[in-house]
């Protein structure tokens, strides 16, 4: 084509990005790589291919590692990981820096090498992948070069195991490594199968950097090498990928006491109100779902729009659909690229095929021939239930339904078992700052979508998966607190025989929905205390009273909405009333434990002064990311908590569960020490009296062991927390699987229950939305 040419059609000319230094680094390498490990390559060993899915043509050979490379890899990163974290701070922040730099150096090698493993347009891949990866590490440094003074009670957690996807793969590695190291961790990282090429250019370039050799090492292989990564001996797995391989992970990791961050999938709706830009939100959803392909976690693949612009809508989105431009990603004009792999067109069209409601319209622009090219898609008239609704497709395909009103858009975005992002589009800033905390996703993006920094944590919640990448918040996913509790020793009740002390025996009930409730067993057990004297009877909960408590938390949805002055006043208000009560319950727990009434009670109060003072303190932040506008970063409480309770503080291990969660606005379900749950039955009548709304608290009593599995694998229970003395963080982590629930558990380590409170607990209670707000005309 001539430029003359060009001027008589206005057509594009083609505008090829050279691929000649990505394909001198691989012929430089003899188009064969080992694994990245202790510094230097390892000699190749059996090979598999990575492929350019636009053409088809292999790029390079790569070795797929075997367990003992996996072994080598994580004794590489365990060797160099005390002389890391000993560098300090600032040591590592000069080494992250000058990684930084490097890849601003060679970012456009970066680029074309990305755009040929995977297929993504090269704008992408140079405008965004790139610039947010280095964007990540000149981040971290400051993250380092801080840690001393911002975070002075937290340590690096060891060597980190990291597995990332294909759709953004230098993108992920660096979400993963730059924190990492930042905090003083050494990392074995995997890259996915079909894209490793990056992740062995960046090791490379790690060196020539300064990274000492051993704190990055780099394995490629399938899916098995990640299972081999998941069953070594590292401290943490930080994983991003789909939600059924997340799942296997949480299953596999369960009791190890490691450190566990799942980045899973998604359906994140796409909302657009009638009042809507729609021209603008026409731009956002060519970013929302052909973007990457449509291969994208957080992509906006499921539209919602308010009936009366739908037909409007749809027609503009069908026009504006007729003028992407599909084909090279080497092309500086393409707007959409290959998808990664024949297997993954295989999987779009297989799914796309199977559905047989509302209307498919594919966009009438060229597809070229040869490569994994899938146009653009959309399905229009899907009902909620439509499998396209509900399960992620991960490609170019957008489905789509409408909603009459605010109300109803709520619902049918939160109808989905994911809860990674939402967009939402509107003109009325009352609207959107209603809807956006309504939203269950741990980002929401107001009038714009795919917005992604350093400074705000990225993240879901739900099967979306559980930590955040970036931000502070993601910090605390690479470190541990310094102090760590001694072995935990069962706590046993005492047995004893005789008569009552009290003639008036009666046998304490459960608490649930702000009622005594009789258990639904019907049974029940004797308390005795040190001398074996009888105390009383105590009701034995089942799975039964788990599932009507978790009912009469569900009719406690207000709390959440409630402010933190109302919650404080009714946490003053419970600690009044023990106040009242003290020398009672003091003496309770005396008869109980032979312990320390007094003092424990004493404390008991002051916890909940504490929580009655964070309840309207623990605020959110306002992060200045580079955009005109900002990413609130809000405080939501996770919704709904089941926590045993310590065996061995009866009143102080209850109060010190009950207190945090309620501040932040959650629903409790408490199970009481089991060795000594008088105490616990007895705080009930207080709660009673403290304007406590029913079901915010609930109580139950019996075996921790037997009510675990039944708190882990209900699925309508959002975190499950264990101080018990039974050792069932095993058990609780494994069955927590079924819908990913948050777990905090306490690997069978003692807590200090006197200095037991504060932020830690804070954010167990909580989970950070970033709300992302542009402003301007
Ligand atoms: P996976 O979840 O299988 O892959 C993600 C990473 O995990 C890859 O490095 C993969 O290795 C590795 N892996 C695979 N199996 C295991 C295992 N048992 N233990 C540990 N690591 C493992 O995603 P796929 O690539 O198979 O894609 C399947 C679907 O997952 C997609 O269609 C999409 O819906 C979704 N997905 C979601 C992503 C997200 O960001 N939320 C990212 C990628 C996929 P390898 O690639 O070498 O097999």
Redesign the pocket.
């Known amino acids: 084509m001539t430029v003359h040419d060009i001027f008589e059609t206005m057509d594009y000319g083609p505008a090829p990005e050279s691929a000649s230094e990505a394909r001198a680094w691989i012929a430089g390498h003899g188009g064969v790589f080992g694994h990245w490990i202790g510094g230097r390559f390892t000699a190749p060993g059996d090979l598999f291919e990575t492929r350019n899915p636009a053409t088809g043509e292999v790029l390079a050979q790569v070795t797929q590692a075997s367990e003992a490379d996996v072994a080598r890899a994580v004794r590489a990163a365990r060797r160099a990981q005390p002389g890391w974290a000993a560098l300090g701070g600032h040591g590592r922040a000069r080494v992250l820096y000058a990684l930084a730099r490097i890849m601003q150096k060679q970012s456009r090698l970066l680029a074309v090498l990305e755009t040929l493993d995977n297929g993504k347009p090269i704008r992408e891949s140079r405008d965004i992948d790139v610039p947010l990866a280095q964007r990540h590490f000149y981040h971290h440094a400051g993250m380092a070069q801080l840690m001393d003074s911002e975070l002075p009670d937290r340590e690096p957690l060891g060597v980190c195991g990291q597995?990332?996807?294909?759709?953004f793969p230098l993108l992920m590695l660096s979400w993963k490594i730059a924190p990492a190291l930042a905090m003083g961790n050494t990392v074995v990282l995997?890259?996915?199968?079909?894209t490793p090429l990056t992740a062995l250019l960046f090791a490379e370039l790690s060196a020539e950097a300064g990274v000492p050799p051993g704190v990055i090492n780099i394995v490629t292989?399938?899916?098995a090498v990640?299972?081999m990564i998941?069953g070594a001996k590292v401290d943490k797995i930080a994983?991003?990928?789909?939600t059924a391989?997340g799942r296997?992970?949480r299953e596999a990791t369960a009791g190890r006491g490691l450190s566990l961050t799942l980045?899973?999938?998604?359906k994140s709706p796409y909302i657009v109100f009638d009042d809507a830009d729609l021209d603008s939100a026409i731009e956002g959803i060519v970013d929302a779902i052909w973007f990457n392909q449509g291969q994208v976690?957080c992509a906006g693949s499921r539209l919602l729009v308010q009936e009366g612009v739908a037909e409007r809508f749809h027609a503009k989105l069908r026009a504006r659909m007729g003028n992407l431009r599909m084909g090279d990603p080497l092309d500086k004009c393409i707007d959409i690229g290959a998808v990664v792999d024949p297997v993954?067109h295989e999987?779009i069209t297989r799914m796309v095929e199977a559905n047989t409601e509302g209307e498919r319209y594919v966009a009438p622009i060229q597809v070229p021939s040869i490569g994994c090219y899938y146009p653009p898609t959309l399905i229009t008239g899907l009902t909620p239930a439509a499998t396209l609704m509900q399960e992620?497709i991960?490609g170019p395909v957008l489905v789509s339904t409408t909603f009459r009103t605010p109300a109803e858009a709520v619902e049918m975005a939160n109808n989905t078992r994911y809860g990674l992002a939402a967009t939402l589009w509107t003109e009325n800033i009352n609207l959107a700052l209603d809807v956006a905390p309504k939203l269950a996703a741990g980002v929401v993006w107001i009038n714009a979508t795919n917005l992604f920094d350093a400074a705000a944590g990225f993240g879901g919640v739900r099967e979306s998966g559980f930590g955040r990448e970036g931000g502070w918040e993601g910090l605390s996913a690479y470190t541990r607190p310094k102090t760590r509790g001694a072995v935990l020793r069962r706590v046993m009740p005492f047995t004893g025989s005789g008569a009552p002390l009290d003639p008036l025996d009666r046998t304490a009930k459960l608490y649930i929905g702000g009622k005594q409730a009789r258990p639904d067993g019907g049974y029940s057990r004797a308390v005795h205390g040190p001398k074996g004297a009888l105390l009383g009877h105590v009701s034995l909960a089942n799975r039964k009273d788990v599932r009507n408590a978790v009912e009469a938390m569900n009719g406690a949805r207000g709390w959440a909405r409630t402010t933190g002055h109302a919650r404080a006043q009714i946490l003053y208000y419970i600690a009044e009333n023990l106040s009242a009560r003290r020398a009672e319950f003091a003496a309770r727990i005396r008869a109980l434990t032979g312990g320390d009434g007094e003092s424990e009670v004493e404390a008991s109060i002051r916890r909940l002064f504490t929580y009655g003072a964070w309840a309207d303190k623990f605020d959110g932040q306002a992060h200045g990311v580079p955009i005109r506008g900002v990413a609130l970063a809000m405080r939501e409480p996770v919704g709904k908590i089941a926590a045993l309770c310590a065996d061995e503080a009866p009143l102080l291990g209850l109060v010190s569960v009950i207190g945090p969660a309620m501040a932040m606005g959650n629903r409790v379900l408490a199970v009481a020490s089991e060795a000594f749950p008088l105490a616990a039955t007895d705080f009930y009548q207080i709660l009673e009296t403290s304007d406590v709304p029913a079901g915010v608290v609930n109580i139950l009593t019996g075996s921790h062991e037997k009510l675990a599995p039944h708190l882990a694998a209900h699925l309508d229970l959002d975190t499950v927390w264990s101080f018990s003395s039974s050792d069932l963080s095993r058990l609780i982590e494994e069955k927590s699987a079924g819908n990913l629930k948050r777990t905090w558990v306490n690997n069978a380590r003692a807590t200090d229950w006197a200095t037991a409170e504060g932020r830690l607990w804070l954010d167990h209670a909580t989970e950070v939305k970033n709300i992302w707000i542009p402003w301007g005309e």
Do not use: H, M
Not at 263 to 266: D, M, P, R, S, V
């Open positions: 597995i990332v996807p294909w759709n995997k890259p996915a199968e079909y292989g399938d899916g990640g299972e998941t994983f991003t990928g789909s391989v296997r992970i980045e899973l999938g998604g976690c993954q999987t992620e991960f």
